[in-house]
C-alpha cells in the first residue's frame, strides 16, 4: 500500500508477509487399502465423483483468498465452491474452472474454503477443506504529528478489518531500537537525539501475532535550534529574515503592557523593551495566563503543598535570556543585528563577538552587527588636556581580555566579570549569570556564544577601575567543547583567563602556540581540585606563580575580585598586543570563523562607499568640488525665494518689475547650476543607490559609517572648542567663524542626497524634451524608497533653511503612487531647545536612528516613516506614523546669526502646522532658555488656529528624576500656564489676532494631562553607565499616551499628498513675514469649497421653499371674497394674521433645520471638516441674516397682498352692484320682448338693448375712484428713512421738491470732492455705485409695475432698503449726507413718477363705467343668445376657459417656472458655476479668457455687477435655447394645474349642484392653487344658463384644447421672452447667490468671494495688477502694474480717500481696511491670468481710463495664455 510522503516523511511497502494456510487432507491409507479404493471408484464412475486434487491457496490479500486445483480423475463437469466463517457459510457458487477468488473478505479474519467435484447430475463428491487467515490491513494515514528536538509523536487512523493493536518501531543509521507494541493510535518517540534523522515503522497485529504489512515514515528530531525558534515563534524568520521595519512596526502589543503569556511573547517582548533602550529587556519570563488571574488573596493554611514546591521548585518551564539573545540574531538580518548590538550596548550589556550556529561548530563573527556602536571616553592618558576619544568601537585599538571555562566551575565566571566591570558605587549586570532571573535555565543553543564588553573610563581617578580602555571577552561553555571560539580568543587577547575545578592538561598544551597570556582562576574550596594536577598543568605550560589565581577560605569574593582586577589591570598597562575588532577578521579567516561582513551585497556596497569617501581629505573643499549645487548658489536661490515673498528691498521700485527682476535673477542661477556637470562623487552615489535593495541598504550605512568617521574627526574638536566660547557671550565674531566652520565640516548622506534634490530641480526647470532631465526622472522614487525603508530624509535643509520644494513634492507624490490606497499618515514632531535629547527621544520611543552623535546636531527636519500593523490601523487610523526630528530653537548654533529668531519661527510654523502631535521637549537645565522657545511655540501654535489646525501638544520635562515630580511640580505647571497665557497675548498681538487671550484658545492643552516628567537619561556617569530605566519607561508611558491621542483625535488621518499640500502653503506662507496673512492651502480650500457648496445648497432649499409658501399664501389672498359669509375667516385681517404666524413658523423650523444641518457638518470626521472650524459661526450668523431677510420680505408682501385684496375688493363690490343691475334691465328686456312675441331681426334687437343700456347707465350712480398722491407717501416714507440723520438731511429734502426729481440722469459734481492721487477721481467710484445702485433700484420697480397692481407704501420701502444696503456696501467711500440725500431724492422721485403711473393706470382699469363698456358687447351677445334661445353650453364652457382659467394657469406657471430654472442651473454642467462664489469666479474667468474681448474684461472690472448679471442671463438662455429643458418644465407645470381642473370639474359634477352659477363657483373654490381673475368671473356668470351636464362636459373639452393652446403658445415665444414676467427672476436669484457681500478689493476692485453673507473677513483668490482698477502714479500718470497680494508684503505705501491721502504702509492696510484680508499669491505665477491680460490690452485700458500705458515687467511678455489658464486653475485650486 502506498502513503504519502513530504521532505520529511517518507512511507514505503514492506516485505509481504506470509499468511498460515492449513490443508486438511485424507487420513494415512495402507496400499491395499488405496487399491480397494480406486476399484471401488472405477466401479463407481457414475455413482459419485472424485474430489478436486492439489487444494490449495494461491494468493491471500488483506480482503481476498484465491483457490486452485487440479483436475481430479473421472468425470467432472464443474465444481462447487463455498466459504464459511464463524460457522456460517457464505459466496456458495458453481465453477468451471480449476481456481476460484473469494473477495470482499473481512481482513484478519480465518476463514474455511470447501470444494467439490460435480458432476453433470448434480452429484458432488466429497468436499475437500482448506482455511486461511487474511492479511491485516496497515494502519491508515501514518502522519508525523509533532516534533521536538528529542522527540517524534506519530498518529494513525483505524485500519478496516480485525485489529488487535499495532507494532512500532524506530530505526537510525540501520539500527532498530524503541520497538514496542500499542494499542493507541498515536506513540511518541522519546529520547532521541537532536538533529538526526529516523524512520518510523507501524504494522497492524492481529491476535495470533499476524502482522501487515509496515507503513514506513522518516522524520528529523529537530535541533534544539530549530526547537527553541519554534517555541519563540522566530522559525518563520529564519535564517536572518527578521527587519528592523519588523520590530518597529506600530502595533498593539508596542503600546500594551501585556507581559508574557507563553514562549512565542519572550523575543517580542524582549524586543520591545530594547527598542526603547530598557535596561530589563533582558528580564523577560512567561507569566501564564492562570497565574495571572489566580486569586491573590488566597491564604491557605494547609502545609501539605510544601512537598510539592519542595519537589518542584520551578513549574514554569523558562528560556535563558542568552538563548533569546542568540536567537534574535539568528533570526534577524543584519540592519536589525546592528540595532540590538547598538541598543545592548546602550544598556551596557554585552553583545555577540562570535555567534554559534547551532548544531554545527561554524561560528561567525559580529563585526557588522557592532559597526554602529560609537563610543566617547576620556582615558587617563588625555587628562592633562581635557581631551577625550570618540569612535566606532570595532576600530578602536584595545587590549582585549577573555574570559573562559574549562569543564565544570564551581563559581559563575559571569558573576566575577560583572563585579570585575563595576566599581561600588555602579553596579550593572553587564553579562547574564546564574543568579539573574532566568539565568539558571539550560541554555540550549547559547554554548560557544562569544560576548564582548568594554571597560571605558570618564577620566575620574576616583571612580575608574582601569585607567585605560579594555574590551573583555566571555566565552559561554567549556572550550573542550568549543576549540575554534577558544583558538581565536587566544590569537586576539592579551590575556586569557581560564576557570577550571578539575584541570584537563592536554587540552591546554594544545594552545602552547598562542600568543595571549594564560591565567588559570581556580576555586580551592571545590571537591574536586587538585593541587598536583594543577601544578603538573603550570609546569607542562611555563605558568609561574602570577598566572595562577586561587580562591581559598580566607578569601571572599570582594578580595577575590580584587585581587583578579589588579591583575588585569597590570596585564591592561604593560601588554602590547592591542586590536581593532575589524582586524580579528583576519584570525576569523585563517580559523574558518565566517565574518558578517563577507556577503556579496556588504562587500560590493562597502568598495562603492570607499570609492566615494575615500577621496575626502578636506570635507569644505570636497563639498565645494563635489556637491557644488547646495553651496552658494542654492543659498543664493533661497534667499531670492524668500525676498519674492517678502520684497524688503524692493523701496520705491516698482513691485512687479522688481519681482520680474528676482525671477530672471532666479533663472540665471539655474542655468549656473545646469551649466555644472554631475560631479562623479554624485554618479557614483546615485549609482549606488539604484542598486537592489540590500546593497542600497548596505551602501548607505557604509556611507554613513565612513562619513561620521570624516566627520567626527573634525567636528568632535570643533564643538568643544564651540562650547566654550560660548560661555563668553563677547566672542561673537569668533562664535560665527566657529559656527561656519562646523557647518562647513559636516558632510553625512543628507548633503549627498541634498545634492541629489538640487539635481532634480536643476533638471525640473529644463524642458521636458531635455535629455538630463529625462535621465534623472527615476531620482524622487529612489528616495521614495528609501522613506519605505525607514531611512531618514531632510525635509528642510538647514544650511540654507529652505525646502526644495518641486524635489519634495515628486518624491511625496511618488511615495503615495507607490503606496496607495494605503496612504494615509499622522505626524509626531519634536521641537526643543537644542542638544536637550530630542533625537534620543524619538529613537527611545519609536526605536528609530535619528543621528545622535555628539559631533553632529540635527540640522533643518528630518521625516522618517513608521509602518503601522494592518490590525492597529483600525485603532488610529491611518498606514503610517510620519515622525518629524527638527534642529534646536533658539540653538547655540544658530544663536549669534542676525536671522536666528526668524529661523527658529519658520521651522516651528512648519513642523507645528504638519503635525497632529506636538512633542515641547524642554531640559530643566535650561529653563534660561525655555521662555524664548515658549515664545516660538506659541506663535506656531497660534498661526496654526488661525489657518484651521489645533495640534495636540505634549509637554516633556526631562531630567526630572523625583518619583514624585508630577506633583510636586503642580505649581511649576501653574507658573507654565500662566507664562503660556501670557506669551499667547503677546502673541496674538503681534499676529493682529488679539481675541486669543489664553493658551486654551489656541489649543486643546490640559496642565495635568500634557505634561511629562522624564529622568535623566543615563543610569549613573557615562560612558560606563547604562541608559536609565525610569527614562526608558517614562518615554514608553508617554509614547502610549501619544497613540491613544492618536486613537481619538476626530479629524481623519491625511494622505501622503495632503502632507505634501499642507507642506507647500505653509512653507509658503512662513516665507511671508505676516504668515496667517499669507497662508493659503489648497486642503482648506477644498474643505471650504465644499461647506460653501453644502451651506448653498441648503440656503437655496430654504429660499425656495419660503417663496413656495408665499406665492401659496399670496394666492390664499388674493382668492380670499369678502363678501362671502362661508369663508374660513371672518375678514381679511385674521387670514392676514393667521398666514403671518404661520410665516414665522415656517421661518423658524428651516432656520433651526439649517443650522441642524451646520451642526452636523461639523461633527463628521472626514472632508477636512476641522480646518473651517473657525468659519462656523460665519455660517451661523449667514443663517440667522438670511431668516432675518426672508422674514422681513415675506411679511412685507402678505401685508401688501392683503392691502391690495382689501382695495380691490371694495372694487370689486361696487362693480358686481352695477353689474347686477344691468343683468335685471337685461332680464326685463327679454321677458318685455317676449311678451311681444315678436319676430325682431338683429338689428331690432341691437336697437333695444343699446336704448336699455344708455337708459339704465345714466340711471346708476357710477362715482370715479379717486387718485392717490403717490409722491406724497413716498416722501414721507424717505423722510422717516432719513429722520435718524439729523435736520441737515430733513433741511436738504426741503430744498427740492421730490416730483422734479428723477427726471435727469443722477451726476456727481466733481467740483465738490478732492480727487485722488492714485485711482481715478473719486467722483468716479461714487457715479459708479450710484449707478449700480439706481439700476438695482429700477429693476425692482418695473418688477412691481409689470404686476399691474395697485401701488402700497411696502414697494418703496423696499427701494429705500436697496439703496441703504448698496450705500452700506460702499460705506469706505465716505458718504457724505447731502450725497445720501440727492440720490435717494433721485431714485425716489423716479420711482414715485413709475408708482404714480402705475397706481392711475390701476384705477383707470377698474374704472367702473369702463368695465361696464368693457363688458357691453358680452352682455349684447348673451341677450340675443337667451332670447333666441341658442344654446349656451359650448360658448360658455370656452368663455370660461379662455377668460378665467387661461390666466390663471398662465400665471400659475410663471410662479412655478422661476425654482425649477434655478434648480436646472444648479444641476448638470452648471452646477459649479453657481456651486459657490470662489467657482463662479473661475467660470466667468475663464470665459473671458476663452473670447478675450478688452470690452468684456473693461464691464467686468468696472461694472462688475451689471456685468454679472448679464453673464449669467447668457448662462441661462445659452442652457434652455438648446434642447426642450424649458417647454419640459413648462409642460409639468401645465399639465399639473390642467389636470387639477379636470379632476375638480368631477369632484364638483358629483356634487349636484342647485344651479351652474353655484356649480363654477365650486370649481373656483376646488382650484385653491390658480388665481381666478374676479373680474372676468363676475362678467363669466352674467346672463348665464347653460346646462351644468353639457357645460362640464365642453368646460373637459375646452381645457384640454386650452392646453395644447398654452403648449404651443409657449413654444413660439423666443427663448429671452419666455424669462419675462415670472415670478421669480432666476437671473436675479442666482446673482444674489454667488454676488455674495459684493465687497471689492480696495486696490484692484476684486470681488469678495467669502462664504455667507455674514462673514467677517471679505477676500479674494486671486488679485489683479491695481492698473487695471484704474490706478496711477501721481507723476507719470502711467498705470500701475503692481498686484496688491504683493505690494502687502512689500514695504511700499499707499494713499487713499480712506487714509485721507496719507501716506500708509501696504503691510498695514488692515488699518484702514480691517475686513480685508488680502492673501499672499501662493506662487510667483499665481497672477499669471491677470498680468496677461494687461500685458494684451495696457495701450486699450490706458486710453480707456485717461491714462499712460504702464511699464510692463520683461517677465510678464513671456507669459502665454496657457500659462494664464494654468495660474487660473492653481489660484481657485482647480484640479
Same mark, same amino acid.
Given at each position: 500500500?502506498s ?6 516523511e517518507e512511507?514505503?511497502?514492506a516485505?509481504?508477509s506470509?499468511?498460515n494456510?492449513?490443508?486438511v487432507?485424507?487420513e ?5 487399502s488405496q ?12 455413482e459419485?465423483p472424485?474430489?478436486?486434487?492439489k ?5 491471500v490479500t488483506?480482503n481476498s483468498?484465491?483457490?486452485s486445483?487440479d483436475?481430479?480423475?473421472g468425470?467432472?463437469w464443474?465444481?462447487?465452491v ?6 456460517k457459510t457464505f459466496?456458495?457458487?458453481?465453477t468451471?474452472?480449476?481456481s ?8 484478519g479474519?480465518e476463514y ?11 452429484n458432488?463428491?466429497?468436499p ?15 502522519q508525523?504529528?509533532?516534533?521536538t528536538?528529542?522527540s517524534?509523536?506519530l ?5 478496516? #478489518?480485525?485489529v488487535?493493536g *499495532?507494532r512500532?518501531?524506530c530505526?537510525?543509521?540501520g ?7 500499542t494499542h493507541s493510535n498515536s506513540h ?5 537525539t537532536?538533529?538526526?534523522k529516523?524512520?518510523?515503522h507501524v504494522?497492524t497485529q492481529l491476535?495470533n501475532?499476524?502482522l ?7 522524520a528529523h ?9 519554534e517555541?519563540?515563534?522566530?522559525q &518563520? ?22 507581559s508574557?503569556?507563553?514562549h512565542?511573547d ?5 524586543l520591545k523593551?530594547l ?8 528580564n523577560?519570563?512567561?507569566t501564564?495566563v492562570?497565574e ?13 503543598h510544601?512537598?510539592?514546591?519542595v519537589?518542584n521548585?520551578n513549574?514554569?518551564d ?10 534574535l540574531?539568528l533570526?534577524?538580518? #543584519?540592519f536589525l ?9 546602550m544598556?551596557?550589556?554585552s553583545?555577540p563577538?562570535?555567534l ?7 561560528c ?9 556602536i ?6 587617563h592618558?588625555?587628562?592633562e588636556?581635557?581631551?577625550?576619544? @570618540?569612535e ?5 585599538e ?6 573562559? $571555562?574549562?569543564g565544570?566551575?564551581?563559581f559563575?565566571?559571569s558573576a566575577?566579570l560583572n563585579?570585575l566591570?563595576?566599581?561600588s558605587?555602579?553596579?550593572?549586570d553587564t553579562?547574564?549569570?546564574r543568579?539573574?532571573?532566568c539565568?539558571?535555565s539550560? $541554555?540550549?543553543i547559547s ?5 564582548i564588553?568594554?571597560?571605558?573610563p570618564c577620566?575620574?581617578?576616583n571612580?575608574?577601575i582601569?585607567?585605560?580602555s579594555?574590551a ?5 561553555g567549556?572550550?573542550a567543547?568549543f576549540?575554534?571560539q577558544?583558538?581565536f ?9 581560564v ?7 592536554q587540552?591546554?598544551?594544545k ?6 597570556k594564560?591565567?588559570l582562576?581556580?576555586?580551592v574550596?571545590?571537591?574536586?581540585f587538585?593541587?598536583?594536577a594543577?601544578?603538573?598543568v603550570a609546569a607542562?605550560?611555563n605558568l609561574?606563580?602570577?598566572n595562577i589565581?586561587?580562591k581559598n577560605?580566607?578569601m571572599n569574593?570582594?578580595d ?5 582586577r ?11 598586543? &592591542?586590536?581593532q575588532?575589524?582586524?580579528m577578521?583576519n ?6 570563523i565566517?565574518?558578517d561582513?563577507d556577503?556579496p551585497?556588504c562587500?560590493?556596497a562597502?568598495?562603492?562607499?570607499d570609492a ?12 565645494d568640488?563635489?556637491? /557644488? ?5 542654492w543659498?543664493e536661490?533661497? =534667499?531670492?525665494e524668500?525676498?519674492?515673498?517678502r ?9 512687479e ?11 540665471k542661477l539655474?542655468?549656473?547650476?545646469n551649466d555644472?556637470?554631475m560631479?562623479?562623487a ?11 535593495g540590500?546593497e542600497?541598504s548596505?551602501?548607505l550605512?557604509?556611507?554613513?559609517i565612513?562619513?561620521d568617521n570624516l ?5 568632535s574638536?570643533?564643538r568643544?572648542?564651540? &562650547? ?9 565674531e569668533?562664535i ?11 558632510l553625512?548622506?543628507e548633503h549627498? /542626497?541634498r @545634492?541629489m534634490?538640487q %539635481? ?6 529644463l524642458?521636458?524634451?531635455e535629455?538630463?532631465?529625462q ?5 524622487p522614487?529612489l ?10 530624509v ?6 540654507a533653511?529652505n525646502?526644495p520644494m ?21 505626524v509626531i514632531?519634536v521641537l526643543g531647545?537644542?542638544?536637550?535629547g530630542?533625537?534620543? !527621544?524619538?529613537n527611545?520611543m519609536?526605536?528609530?536612528?535619528f543621528?545622535v552623535?555628539?559631533?553632529? =546636531?540635527?540640522r533643518?527636519?528630518f521625516?522618517? %516613516?513608521i509602518?503601522?500593523e494592518e490590525?492597529f490601523?483600525k485603532?488610529?487610523n491611518?498606514d503610517f506614523l510620519?515622525?518629524i526630528?527638527?534642529e ?11 536671522d536666528s529668531?526668524e ?6 510654523t512648519l513642523?507645528v502646522g504638519?503635525?497632529d502631535?506636538?512633542?515641547i521637549?524642554?531640559a530643566?537645565e535650561n529653563l534660561? @532658555?525655555m ?6 511655540v ?6 496654526m488656529k488661525?489657518? #484651521?489646525?489645533k495640534p495636540?501638544?505634549?509637554?516633556v520635562?526631562?531630567n526630572?528624576s523625583?518619583?514624585s ?8 505647571r501653574?507658573?507654565? !500656564?500662566?507664562q503660556l497665557?501670557?506669551?499667547?497675548q503677546a502673541a ?5 489676532k488679539?481675541e486669543?487671550k489664553?493658551?486654551t484658545d489656541?489649543m486643546?492643552y490640559?496642565p495635568?494631562?500634557?505634561?511629562? *516628567?522624564?529622568?535623566?537619561l543615563w ?10 530605566a525610569g ?5 514608553y508611558e508617554?509614547?502610549?499616551n501619544?497613540?491613544?491621542?492618536l486613537?481619538?483625535?476626530k ?5 501622503v499628498?495632503?502632507?505634501l ?13 505676516n504668515?496667517i496673512?499669507?497662508?493659503r492651502?489648497?486642503?482648506v480650500?477644498?474643505?471650504y469649497?465644499?461647506l ?6 441648503w ?7 419660503m417663496y413656495?409658501?408665499?406665492t ?11 363678501s362671502?359669509?362661508e369663508?374660513e ?7 392676514l394674521c393667521?398666514?403671518s404666524n404661520?410665516a414665522?413658523?415656517? %421661518?423658524?423650523?428651516w ?5 441642524q444641518?451646520?451642526?452636523?457638518y461639523?461633527k463628521?470626521?472626514d472632508?477636512?471638516?476641522h480646518?473651517v ?5 460665519d ?10 431677510r426672508? @422674514? ?5 408682501q402678505?401685508?401688501?397682498a392683503a392691502?391690495?385684496q382689501?382695495g380691490?375688493s ?6 358686481k352692484?352695477?353689474?347686477?343691475k344691468l ?5 326685463q ?5 317676449r311678451?311681444?312675441?315678436?319676430d ?13 343700456w344708455?337708459k339704465?347707465?345714466s340711471? %346708476?350712480?357710477?362715482?370715479? !375712484?379717486?387718485v392717490s398722491d403717490i ?12 429722520s ?5 438731511a430733513s ?9 422734479e =426729481?428723477?427726471?435727469?440722469s443722477?451726476?456727481?459734481?466733481p ?11 473719486f ?5 459708479q455705485?450710484?449707478?449700480s445702485?439706481?439700476?438695482s433700484c429700477?429693476?425692482?420697480?418695473s418688477?412691481?409695475?409689470?404686476k399691474?397692481?395697485n ?5 418703496i ?8 444696503? #448698496?450705500l452700506n456696501k460702499s460705506k469706505?467711500?465716505q ?9 435717494k431724492?433721485?431714485?425716489?422721485g423716479k ?20 368695465c /361696464?363698456?368693457k363688458?357691453?358687447?358680452? *352682455? ?15 360658448k360658455?364652457?370656452e368663455?370660461f ?5 387661461r390666466?390663471?394657469?398662465e400665471a400659475?406657471?410663471s410662479s ?14 452648471n452646477s459649479?458655476?453657481?456651486g ?10 475663464k470665459?473671458l479668457?476663452?473670447e ?6 473693461l ?5 462688475y ?7 449669467i442671463f447668457d448662462?441661462?438662455?445659452k442652457k ?6 424649458m ?9 399639473k394645474s ?6 375638480a370639474i368631477k369632484?364638483?359634477?358629483m356634487?349636484k349642484s342647485?344651479?351652474l352659477?353655484e356649480?363654477?363657483?365650486?370649481i ?5 392653487e390658480l388665481v381666478?381673475p ?5 362678467a363669466?356668470?352674467i346672463?348665464?344658463?347653460?346646462n351644468?351636464?353639457q357645460?362640464?362636459h365642453?368646460l373637459?373639452?375646452?381645457v384640454?384644447?386650452m392646453?395644447?393652446?398654452?403648449r404651443?403658445?409657449f413654444?413660439?415665444k423666443?427663448t429671452k ?6 415670478g421669480?427672476?432666476p437671473?436675479d436669484?442666482l446673482f444674489?447667490k454667488?454676488?455674495g457681500c ?5 486696490f484692484?476692485t476684486?470681488?469678495c468671494?467669502?462664504?455667507?453673507e455674514?462673514h467677517?473677513?471679505h477676500?479674494?483668490?486671486i488679485h ?7 490706478f ?11 498686484i496688491?497680494?504683493s ?10 480717500h ?12 488692515r488699518?484702514i481696511?480691517?475686513?480685508w484680508?488680502?492673501q499672499?499669491?501662493?506662487?510667483i505665477?499665481?497672477?499669471?491670468y491677470w498680468?496677461y ?13 485717461g ?7 520683461s517677465?510678464?511678455?513671456d ?5 494664464a489658464?494654468k495660474?487660473l486653475n492653481v489660484?481657485f485650486?482647480?484640479?
Open positions: 500500500m502513503t504519502m510522503s513530504s521532505d520529511e512511507f514505503y511497502d516485505d509481504d506470509v499468511s494456510v492449513n490443508h487432507e485424507e494415512n491409507r495402507s496400499p491395499a487399491q480397494d479404493s480406486l476399484h471401488s471408484q472405477c466401479h463407481q464412475t457414475h459419485e472424485v474430489p478436486p486434487e487444494v490449495q491457496v494461491s494468493e488483506f483468498v484465491c483457490l486445483w483436475t481430479p480423475a468425470e467432472v464443474s465444481y462447487r463455498s466459504c464459511s466463517c464463524d460457522g459466496q456458495e457458487m458453481k468451471h474452472s480449476n476460484h477468488t473469494f473477495s470482499n473478505l473481512t481482513p479474519k474455511s474454503f470447501h470444494v467439490s467435484t460435480q458432476l453433470k447430475n448434480g458432488l463428491s466429497k475437500v477443506v482448506i482455511s486461511a487467515h487474511l492479511q491485516p490491513v496497515p494502519p491508515e494515514k501514518v508525523v504529528s509533532e516534533v528536538c528529542n517524534v509523536c498518529s494513525w487512523d483505524t485500519p478496516s #478489518g480485525e488487535w *499495532y512500532v518501531s530505526s537510525c543509521d539500527k532498530t531500537f524503541q520497538e514496542t507494541k511518541t518517540f522519546s529520547n532521541l537532536p538533529g538526526m529516523y524512520s518510523f504494522s491476535k501475532g499476524n501487515s504489512k509496515s507503513v514506513v515514515t522518516s528530531s529537530k535541533t534544539q535550534l530549530e526547537s527553541l525558534l517555541d519563540l515563534g522566530l &518563520k524568520y529564519y535564517p536572518g529574515k527578521l527587519s528592523l521595519s519588523d520590530v518597529l512596526k506600530i502595533e498593539e502589543k508596542t503600546v500594551t503592557d501585556d508574557a503569556e507563553c512565542s519572550l523575543s517580542w517582548c524582549f523593551r527598542m526603547m533602550v530598557n535596561v530589563t529587556a533582558r523577560v519570563k512567561c501564564p492562570s495571572l488571574t489566580s486569586d491573590a488573596t488566597n491564604e491557605s493554611k494547609d502545609l501539605d510544601l512537598d510539592d514546591m519537589n521548585p513549574l514554569c523558562t528560556i535563558n535570556p542568552l538563548d533569546i539573545v542568540t536567537a540574531f533570526c534577524s538580518n #543584519g543585528q546592528q540595532e540590538i548590538a547598538l541598543k545592548m550596548s544598556c551596557q550589556f553583545v563577538l562570535l554559534p550556529s547551532s548544531g554545527t561548530h561554524q561567525t563573527l559580529m563585526l557588522w552587527a557592532m559597526r554602529d560609537v563610543k566617547k571616553y576620556r582615558p592618558s588625555l587628562l588636556n581635557k581631551g577625550f576619544t @570618540e566606532r568601537i570595532v576600530s578602536s584595545l587590549p582585549m581580555v577573555s574570559f573562559v $571555562r574549562l565544570e566551575c564551581s559563575s565566571k566575577i563585579k566591570l563595576s566599581n558605587q555602579q553596579y550593572h553579562f547574564i549569570h543568579d539573574m532571573e539565568g539558571d539550560p $541554555r540550549k554554548d560557544g556564544l562569544v560576548e564588553s568594554w571597560y571605558l577620566g575620574n581617578k571612580m575608574d582601569f585607567a585605560e579594555v573583555v571577552a566571555n566565552l559561554r567549556d572550550i567543547s576549540e575554534k577558544y583558538s580568543l587566544c590569537q586576539a587577547s592579551a590575556a586569557v583567563f576557570f577550571f575545578d578539575n584541570m584537563d592538561s587540552f591546554l598544551l594552545g602552547q602556540h598562542n600568543k595571549a594564560i591565567f582562576v581556580c576555586n574550596q571545590c571537591k574536586s587538585s593541587l598536583d594543577l601544578k603538573k607542562e605550560l609561574n606563580k602570577s589565581i586561587l577560605k580566607q569574593d570582594a577575590f575580585v580584587k585581587n583578579l589588579n591583575i588585569v589591570r597590570d596585564v591592561v598597562n604593560n601588554t602590547e598586543t &592591542k586590536m575588532v575589524e582586524q577578521a584570525i576569523a579567516d585563517k580559523l574558518e565566517l565574518v561582513e556577503s551585497e562587500k560590493s562597502k568598495q562603492n562607499a566615494i569617501t575615500k577621496k575626502i581629505q578636506d570635507i569644505p573643499k570636497y563639498k568640488d563635489q556637491l /557644488l549645487l547646495q553651496g552658494k548658489l543659498k536661490l533661497t =534667499c531670492l524668500k525676498e519674492e515673498c520684497l524688503k528691498e524692493a523701496r520705491d521700485e516698482n513691485i518689475t522688481y519681482k520680474s527682476n528676482l525671477q530672471e535673477k532666479k533663472r539655474r542655468k549656473q547650476q555644472y556637470d560631479s562623479s554624485m554618479g557614483c552615489f546615485i549609482q549606488a543607490i539604484s542598486s537592489p540590500l542600497r548596505y551602501f550605512k557604509w556611507m554613513r565612513n562619513l566627520s567626527r574627526e573634525k567636528l574638536g570643533l568643544e572648542q564651540y &562650547k566654550e566660547k560660548c560661555q563668553n557671550s563677547e566672542n561673537k569668533e560665527k567663524d566657529l559656527d561656519l566652520q562646523l557647518s562647513n565640516s559636516s553625512g548622506i549627498f /542626497l @545634492e534634490g %539635481l532634480y530641480e536643476c533638471a525640473a526647470s524642458p521636458e524634451t535629455a538630463s532631465r535621465q534623472l526622472r527615476h531620482l522614487r528616495c521614495a524608497e528609501l522613506l519605505l525603508d525607514g531611512f531618514p531632510e525635509l528642510v535643509d538647514g544650511d533653511s525646502i518641486r524635489w519634495v513634492a515628486d518624491v511625496l507624490s511618488t511615495l503615495n503612487d507607490m503606496v496607495s490606497p494605503k496612504n494615509k499618515i499622522l514632531t531647545v537644542q542638544s536637550t530630542k533625537s534620543t !527621544l524619538l527611545t519609536f526605536g528609530v536612528q543621528a552623535s555628539s559631533g553632529r =546636531c540635527t533643518g527636519a521625516m522618517l %516613516l509602518k503601522v490590525d490601523k485603532v488610529i491611518c510620519v515622525i526630528d527638527t534646536g530653537l533658539k540653538s547655540p548654533e544658530l544663536a549669534q546669526l542676525d529668531y529661523h527658529d519661527h519658520e521651522l516651528a513642523v504638519l503635525s502631535v506636538t512633542i521637549n524642554i530643566m534660561t @532658555e521662555k524664548d522657545i515658549l515664545q516660538i506659541v506663535h506656531a501654535f497660534l498661526r488661525e489657518v #484651521g489646525k495636540k501638544c505634549q509637554f520635562h526631562q526630572v523625583d518619583v515630580a508630577h506633583d510636586k511640580n503642580v505649581r511649576d501653574t507658573l507654565l !500656564l500662566q497665557n501670557e506669551m499667547t496674538a498681538r503681534m499676529e493682529k488679539e486669543n489664553n493658551f489656541v486643546e490640559n495635568d494631562t500634557g505634561n511629562w *516628567y522624564i529622568p535623566g543610569q549613573g556617569n557615562p560612558p560606563m553607565a547604562p541608559v536609565s527614562y526608558s519607561e517614562a518615554v508617554l509614547k502610549k501619544i497613540v491613544k491621542i486613537g481619538e483625535t479629524s481623519t488621518a491625511n494622505k499628498l495632503d502632507f499640500e499642507w507642506t507647500k502653503s505653509l512653507w509658503t506662507a512662513v516665507k511671508h513675514e504668515f496673512f499669507s497662508f492651502n489648497s486642503l480650500a477644498d474643505a469649497m465644499t460653501c457648496t453644502n451651506f448653498n445648497k440656503e437655496w432649499e430654504f429660499k425656495k421653499h413656495t409658501w408665499t401659496t399664501a399670496e394666492r390664499n389672498i388674493a382668492n380670499f371674497d369678502t362671502e359669509a369663508t375667516e371672518p375678514n381679511l385681517d385674521n387670514l393667521r398666514l404661520d414665522l413658523s415656517e %421661518l423658524s423650523k432656520e433651526a433645520a439649517l443650522l444641518n451646520l451642526e452636523q461639523f463628521q470626521s472632508g477636512h471638516v480646518l472650524e473657525r468659519y462656523r459661526e455660517f451661523s450668523n449667514s443663517t440667522k441674516s438670511l431668516r432675518g426672508l @422674514e422681513s420680505s415675506v411679511l412685507n402678505l401685508k401688501a392691502d391690495i382689501q380691490n371694495k372694487v370689486k363690490r361696487l362693480n352692484d352695477h353689474t347686477k343683468e335685471d334691465k337685461v332680464f328686456l327679454i321677458y318685455e320682448c311678451k311681444n312675441n315678436a325682431m331681426t338683429d338689428e331690432e334687437l341691437d336697437k333695444e338693448f343699446d336704448k336699455m344708455d339704465t347707465v340711471e %346708476l350712480s357710477l362715482t370715479d !375712484l379717486k409722491f406724497g407717501k413716498v416722501e414721507y416714507q424717505l423722510r422717516i428713512n432719513l435718524h440723520k439729523g435736520s441737515h433741511e436738504l429734502l426741503s430744498q427740492r421738491k421730490l416730483p =426729481c428723477g427726471k435727469e443722477f451726476k456727481i459734481k467740483e465738490v470732492w478732492y480727487k485722488r492721487i492714485f485711482r481715478q477721481d467722483t468716479t467710484a461714487l457715479q455705485m450710484s449707478d445702485i439706481i439700476k429700477k429693476e425692482k420697480v418688477g412691481h409695475v409689470q399691474k397692481t401701488y402700497h407704501d411696502t414697494y420701502l423696499e427701494i429705500l432698503h436697496l439703496i441703504d444696503e #448698496g469706505d467711500l458718504i457724505s449726507i447731502g450725497m445720501e440725500v440727492a440720490l431724492q433721485h431714485i425716489c420711482s414715485a413718477h413709475d408708482f404714480q403711473k402705475m397706481h392711475e393706470d390701476f384705477i383707470e382699469e377698474n374704472d367702473p363705467l369702463k /361696464l363698456d363688458n357691453k358687447d358680452k *352682455y349684447r351677445v348673451d341677450f340675443k343668445d337667451i332670447f333666441l334661445k341658442r344654446d349656451q353650453c359650448q360658455k364652457a368663455e376657459a379662455k377668460l378665467c382659467l390666466p390663471a394657469v400659475y406657471v412655478s417656472l422661476g425654482p425649477d430654472v434655478i434648480d436646472a442651473m444648479l444641476e448638470g454642467d459649479a458655476q453657481f459657490t462664489r470662489i467657482l463662479f469666479q473661475y467660470s466667468i474667468l470665459d479668457l476663452s478675450f474681448k478688452f470690452k468684456k474684461y464691464s467686468f472690472i468696472c461694472s455687477e451689471d456685468f454679472a448679471k448679464t453673464w448662462q441661462i438662455l434652455f435655447s438648446n434642447g426642450t429643458k417647454s419640459e418644465l413648462e409642460d409639468r407645470h401645465l399639465t390642467t389636470d387639477h381642473i379636470i379632476k369632484e364638483v359634477q356634487k342647485k344651479n352659477l356649480f363654477v363657483e365650486e373656483r373654490k376646488e382650484l385653491k381666478i374676479q373680474d372676468a368671473f363676475v363669466f356668470n346672463l348665464n344658463n347653460a351644468q351636464e357645460f362640464a365642453y373637459t373639452i375646452s384640454e384644447e392646453k395644447q393652446a398654452l404651443e403658445s413654444k413660439q423666443d421672452d419666455r424669462f419675462e414676467g415670472l421669480m427672476n437671473q436669484e444674489k454667488v454676488i459684493g465687497k471689492q478689493c480696495p484692484c476684486a470681488p468671494e467669502a462664504g455667507g455674514a467677517k473677513e477676500w479674494a483668490s489683479r495688477p491695481q492698473g487695471l482698477g484704474q496711477r502714479w501721481h507723476d507719470s500718470k502711467k498705470l500701475v502694474t503692481d496688491c497680494s505690494a502687502v508684503n512689500s514695504e511700499m505705501r499707499f494713499r487713499c480712506a487714509t485721507n491721502y496719507e501716506s500708509h504702509p501696504y503691510q498695514k492696510y488699518e481696511f480691517p475686513d484680508n488680502i499672499a499669491d501662493s506662487s505665477e499665481a497672477s499669471d498680468k491680460v494687461m500685458t494684451e490690452f495696457n495701450h486699450k485700458f490706458a486710453q480707456t481710463h491714462a499712460k500705458s504702464a511699464d510692463i515687467p517677465a510678464w511678455h507669459i502665454k495664455r496657457d500659462s489658464e495660474s489660484s485650486n482647480v484640479k
